[in-house]
């Protein structure tokens, strides 16, 4: 089992510019998480999935952040016009029932 | 609402001794509740979580949680400790309505003085 992937692990861009962020689940699991870590405003959760299907994203940036969920194999995250607040490192999370198992991180720096 | 503490952002101990990091949480129904570690550079991986049943869970890397209601208090214990265990520890909470969701604690730095 690889676990969790998530690429690209590390990623930079211009202010302005438009990331995409990919993550894969551990197979057979139902349910995909984004989370935000930074130093000053630690875990912040962002969206989930279940079966596919947008659950709650009562964490997203109005403006600019997007996330999908295609197939059951991989999600994205979205993020429109990068501004230098959006730096942080972006942890996918994939689960069955309850327990949460984290990626590496997408570590994105917006220059 | 649903909320968690780790009131203790640092804490400092010296291989051998036991440890024992503070959760508390808020919330109005029967929570899940679990303990992450990362490690420098790292991401999170699953320690223990308390769902039902037996009020002191074990898990991995021999590390033990105690589920009190009374003061709703979930802290994560350890003895002895290793400098090995030097790590950000995070507590987090799930409804168990069936929304998976967590909210998780600010964390606590952890440092084992060899």
């Known amino acids: 089992n690889a676990g969790v992937i998530q690429t690209p692990r590390h990623k930079v861009t211009g202010k302005g510019q438009e990331a995409t962020l990919w993550c894969e689940p551990i197979s057979g699991h139902s349910a995909v998480f984004w989370y935000r870590q930074t130093i000053v405003q630690g875990l912040e959760f962002l969206t989930y999935?279940?079966?596919?299907?947008?659950?709650?994203d009562s964490g997203m940036p109005k403006e600019r952040f997007s996330a999908q969920m295609p197939n059951q194999s991989h999600s994205t995250l979205k993020i429109q016009s990068t501004q230098p607040q959006d730096s942080a490192v972006y942890l996918c999370?994939?689960?069955?029932?309850?327990?949460?198992?984290f990626g590496p991180g997408t570590r994105l720096l917006v220059l | 609402a649903q909320s968690v503490d780790q009131p203790d952002a640092h804490v400092t101990l010296s291989e051998g001794a036991s440890l024992e990091l503070r959760c508390s949480y808020s919330y109005s129904a029967a929570p899940y509740l679990f303990w992450y570690v990362q490690y420098p550079g790292q991401s999170l991986q699953f320690l223990l979580k308390?769902?039902?049943?037996?009020?002191v869970v074990k898990g991995t890397k021999g590390f033990e949680a105690e589920f009190r209601k009374s003061n709703s208090s979930f802290n994560l214990k350890k003895s002895p400790a290793h400098w090995s265990d030097s790590a950000k520890y995070f507590c987090?909470?799930?409804?168990?309505?069936?929304?998976?969701?967590?909210?998780f604690g600010a964390g606590t730095r952890l440092k084992v003085i060899a």
């Open positions: 999935f279940r079966n596919q299907a947008p659950i709650d």
């Open positions: 999370a994939s689960s069955l029932l309850d327990t949460q198992y």
């Open positions: 308390y769902i039902t049943g037996d009020t």
């Open positions: 987090a909470l799930e409804g168990g309505t069936g929304n998976y969701k967590y909210v």
